[in-house]
């Protein structure tokens, strides 16, 4: 799959845009992308994702959803579209890799079926290598995330607007992730 004609996440499967193994993918949609800006995606903790840890998607486990919507994700697509391959084409020559993290607040809690909303700020890319910081959030199980986010624009983003009933999760500041060829792992 070329991505010359690609301008965004959404739509996309985590599944094909991530090098993950299905279980450990912690994305379900892109709901929102502009690759100079941000990404809005999100998951619905499972079963497996809560067992052992008294029916919540621990804050590890938040950190990885937020890294691979970010670091991962947004890295890899700002890839593809550069070099004009597919997301498959680049995991053969580059694995993209968490590296460090500055700051990691948590403030709630993601629990048994309660969906998490990633709203991921690119800060910086350079060379295959971004930073991010942002929130993870949750919305009233009947909101509709899918509507809501249609209408979305890069100026609400910025200015971190979010509807009044969703919940802050948590905030994580300076999250770093790299493509490094596969030859050096």
């Known amino acids: 799959m070329k991505t010359n004609n690609l301008t965004s ?34 998951y619905t903790a499972r079963e497996k994702d809560t067992l052992d ?31 004009e391959i597919g997301f498959s084409e680049l995991y053969e020559k580059y694995n993209f890799v968490f590296m460090s993290m500055g700051q990691a607040i948590c403030k709630s809690f993601i629990k048994l079926g309660d969906t998490a909303i990633m709203h991921a700020h690119f800060d910086d890319y350079k060379f295959r290598q971004m930073t991010s910081s ?32 969703y919940i802050e999760v948590s905030e994580f500041k300076d999250l770093k992730g790299r493509g490094i060829k596969n030859s050096l792992i």
Do not use: M
């Open 9 to 42: 996440l959404v739509g996309l499967s985590p599944n094909a845009v991530l090098p993950h193994g299905p279980s450990k993918v912690y994305l379900d949609a892109f709901l929102w992308h502009d690759p100079k800006v941000g990404v809005v995606a999100i």
């Open 53 to 83: 840890h008294f029916g919540v998607f621990r804050g590890a486990d938040q950190i990885e959803a937020f890294g691979q919507a970010s670091v991962v994700a947004g890295n890899a697509f700002i890839s593809c579209v550069k070099k």
């Open 134 to 165: 942002g929130k993870i959030y949750k919305a009233p199980k009947e909101f509709d995330l899918e509507t809501y986010y249609k209408t979305y624009s890069a100026a609400k983003f910025k200015k971190e607007e979010v509807p009044t009933s």
